[in-house]
């Protein structure tokens, strides 16, 4: 697999389209920082890892649906390995007048637009959704 984030935010839009509850997807540290990110902000009911081993390791999503309808109406992948998208601090607008986001790989970690904005760092822009 060439993009495992952008196969995880595939899996995330996929599961909403057909309303599953839950998922898993194939481990690693930034899906696990990605899903953290969407659970802290209300988009996802909640993640879990399984397995002990590394390559036997499974993130395990849980979707949610506040009023039956699915949290995340769109997710997109932004930056791809083929091109890179990067923004500096001032140039980060607020997506649908405020009510959607950006997640950010900054060199502090991965973080909403808004906590980037606050802490004046720019970065690679991971996805963006609403």
């Not at 899903?35 to 949610?64: F, H, M």
Request: proline share 5%.
């Amino acid at each position: 697999m060439t993009d495992p984030i952008g196969d995880l935010i595939t899996r995330i839009k996929n599961g909403y389209a057909v309303r599953k509850r839950k998922f898993k997807v194939p481990y690693s540290a930034t899906k696990e920082n990605l899903a953290k990110i969407l659970v802290k902000e209300g988009y996802l009911k909640e993640i879990t890892v399984e397995g002990k081993k590394p390559q036997e390791k499974q993130l395990v999503v849980g979707l949610k649906y506040p009023h039956q309808e699915p949290a995340i109406t769109n997710i997109e992948r932004v930056s791809k390995p083929s091109l890179r998208v990067y923004l500096q601090a001032k140039k980060l607008k607020p997506i649908r007048s405020g009510f959607g986001m950006r997640i950010l790989s900054t060199s502090k970690g991965l973080m909403t637009d808004k906590q980037a904005k606050k802490k004046k760092l720019g970065g690679e822009v991971i996805c963006q959704l609403w």
